[in-house]
């Protein structure tokens, strides 16, 4: 029977190594592992897997190509719903979207619907098709629509509005297009050159214009795109890049870093190239505090940046909110978990630079507002971590800049901008989605943003 078939295996670095480098862990499958794997789907007449991807990838088709080792095929499927195939297979949280929704799941593993979307991707790349699929056949509608900020929202945003024959211009504040898959994921988890840079190419091969280095609210502003240059509706997708500190004393001392700014410096600046002139202190002692995907990330660069790294929780593995993937590879890798463990102050030399990270022991008590059990400090439990630096990973916001300069558009308490389901703000002809609106979220649920805002300008623009 298809569901006693054992879950194919994927083959990793050894820890050892790759606690070393930034090549990527995860080898993916071959053609003969991803047929195996493959085979075990069950095709099921109601797919869950289907109804949990937040893009509504049609999983079960995709697999049925690629067990009949018609991998072109299987990637025209994909492309129908998904323009960063390659990145999804790679980042996205299948183990609570698709996979969790996985009915070989119940009683066993579910179906490697991840790596198998990865598979494909990786082994289509050198076909000449465009794994972003097919263009329309009328490319010429005359409406002109501006995407601010080239992340998985407005990438995705622009891949559908260039399909349906809209002319799309993205405009990126940074050098690169990406987004925070450029800046904020490292290396070996998503190759820049070897992935991100092939995919962001495929999307620019629909007729999607990249600006980079604007900065909408600076270098021009949302009003002059629309009243000079001729855009007739904006897509704001500018994700949640403003870091969170927790106030305690000790935060202005040397060796403290946002998450943001570390792995920014590692991934967009190369600074862990030695041939880059962007260098950055890990230290020999490093303290991550936080326990999302972003503090994994942050945890296990500056690992293989040299330092010996601990990460720092208040609450229990249990409650972690990282991937449990991502927990498992921190582990093998070497990096010490204290949790229930929450910093009280950082303490500096006479120089100004961090030389410790006091914390305290605590406990859980209630359940708070999001159902965990809210942690409780315990009376004299302090005690010292000697460290070099300090990475504080505990979430982003949106930045202000857009909601400052332009009119009509309303902003949540905590950033976010006021829109609808389908990514319609408070200003006619400006829509906006993912991280922008919501808060730091995933990947995944960032590009089903911008489908459904890329569906809603369309329908502006018919109806203007």
């Not at 996985?102 to 579910?110: A, F, H, S």
């Not at 509005?161 to 987004?179: M, N, P, R, Y």
């Not at 995919?199 to 007729?207: P, T």
Request: charged content about 25%.
């Amino acid at each position: 029977m298809a569901e006693r078939i054992p879950r194919v295996p994927v083959r990793e670095q050894d820890p050892k190594v790759r606690a070393h480098n930034f090549e990527e862990v995860c080898y993916g499958y071959n053609l003969e592992e991803a047929t195996r794997e493959a085979s075990r789907c069950l095709h099921c007449k109601n797919p869950r897997c289907v109804t949990a991807c937040p893009v509504a990838v049609k999983i079960p088709e995709f697999i049925a190509k690629v067990k009949e080792g018609d991998i072109a095929g299987a990637a025209a499927v994909i492309a129908e719903d998904s323009s960063l195939p390659a990145v999804c297979g790679r980042v996205c949280p299948q183990e609570s979207q698709c996979e969790g929704s996985c009915v070989l799941g119940v009683k066993g593993e579910p179906v490697a619907i991840g790596k198998l979307e990865r598979f494909v991707a990786d082994f289509s790349a050198g076909e000449t098709m465009s794994p972003s699929g097919v263009v329309s056949d009328d490319p010429t509608t005359g409406h002109k629509v501006a995407i601010i900020g080239s992340g998985p929202a407005g990438l995705a945003c622009a891949s559908d509005l260039a399909k349906w024959g809209h002319d799309v211009t993205i405009f990126e504040a940074l050098h690169k297009a990406g987004g925070v898959l450029e800046y904020g994921i490292p290396e070996f988890r998503l190759p820049k050159d070897a992935v991100l840079k092939r995919e962001i190419e495929s999307v620019k091969r629909l007729g999607v214009k990249i600006e980079t280095d604007v900065i909408i609210g600076r270098t021009v502003t949302i009003d002059s795109l629309m009243d000079n240059e001729g855009f007739e509706a904006v897509f704001v997708g500018t994700g949640a890049g403003l870091p969170k500190f927790m106030g305690i004393p000790g935060e202005n001392l040397n060796g403290v870093f946002s998450a943001n700014e570390f792995l920014t410096r590692n991934n967009l600046m190369k600074a862990f190239r030695e041939d880059y002139l962007t260098p950055i202190h890990a230290g020999k002692k490093c303290c991550v505090v936080g326990g999302g995907n972003v503090a994994m990330d942050a945890a296990r660069t500056a690992l293989r940046l040299g330092a010996d790294t601990t990460i720092v929780y208040r609450r229990t593995e249990v409650e972690l909110p990282a991937r449990k993937e991502e927990v498992h590879h921190a582990k093998e890798e070497g990096i010490d978990f204290q949790m229930l463990t929450n910093p009280v102050e950082i303490i500096g030399d006479e120089n100004g630079w961090v030389k410790a990270l006091k914390c305290i022991r605590m406990e859980l008590g209630e359940p708070d507002e999001s159902g965990r059990r809210s942690p409780v400090p315990i009376p004299g439990s302090e005690f010292e971590i000697p460290t070099e630096t300090v990475i504080m990973a505990l979430g982003t916001a949106p930045n202000p800049l857009i909601v400052n300069t332009t009119d009509g558009l309303q902003a949540t308490r905590k950033g976010g901008l006021v829109a609808d389901e389908e990514g319609r703000t408070t200003r006619e002809g400006i829509f906006a989605g993912g991280d922008a609106v919501t808060g730091a979220a995933t990947v995944i649920l960032a590009m089903g943003a911008g489908r459904k805002a890329a569906k809603a300008i369309d329908d502006y623009l018919k109806n203007k």
